[in-house]
């Protein structure tokens, strides 16, 4: 249950289904591996984030959190922290996966509690040697990410972005892709993301 290495690259191996050779499966993972068996719903935003979308989304959280929704992210920007932090308050699974490796990560006392208490899963495709977080390798670990989840959810997605990229290319192989009803989300609802009016939308498939 609790697992610390490369052992995870077996059981990813039939998850992942979007550019899985260019990230290379070299897998090293902290926790419990068994939160992958949970139906994960992906959480992706851009790093420029609208006041009023930040708000929306850590009141989501909360919601997620209070049904203990599985949620997999690489938490990396400051609005991604706190959301990490907020799930983490709850009960349900979280999956952390940084754009780097996780070898000689530094955690907080946390961090560790939850990893320890199996609810929380440290996971990267990345070899040892790669320990430095880059655009590149942000890029990679997002669809890392998206392969790994049934449902994606996106905040917010910079116009013309990699992320809005990566969201346009989830909706045309037909992943289930949300989105907030904002003015500000315009382009990812022309892309074809769904828009949220109540989080059950997001937890459908969880039976």
């Not at 995870?8 to 191996?13: D, E, H, K, Q």
């Not at 989105?179 to 074809?192: K, M």
Request: proline share 6%.
């Amino acid at each position: 249950m609790m697992n610390k290495g490369g052992g995870a690259s077996a059981l990813l191996g039939e998850r992942v289904r979007i550019n899985v050779s260019a990230v290379g499966l070299q897998s090293g993972s902290t926790g419990n591996s068994t939160l992958l068996d949970s139906p994960l719903l992906a959480l992706f935003c851009s790093v420029k984030c609208p006041g009023s979308i930040i708000l929306k989304t850590f009141d989501l959280m909360k919601e997620l959190r209070d049904k203990q929704v599985g949620v997999i992210s690489g938490f990396h920007a400051p609005m991604d922290k706190e959301c990490l932090d907020i799930l983490l308050r709850g009960k349900g699974p979280v999956v952390w996966c940084p754009a780097r490796s996780i070898e000689k990560m530094r955690l907080s006392a946390a961090y560790r509690q939850a990893i320890e208490a199996g609810r929380l899963l440290l996971l990267s495709p990345f070899p040892p040697e790669q320990s430095r977080i880059s655009a590149e390798r942000a890029e990679l670990r997002n669809r890392f990410v998206a392969g790994l989840a049934k449902r994606v959810f996106v905040a917010y997605a910079s116009p013309g972005g990699k992320v809005e990229a990566l969201c346009r290319e989830l909706a045309a192989a037909g992943k289930p892709l949300f989105t907030f009803e904002d003015p500000h989300n315009a382009n990812l609802l022309s892309a074809g993301a769904r828009p949220v009016q109540t989080p059950g939308e997001l937890v459908a498939d969880r039976q």
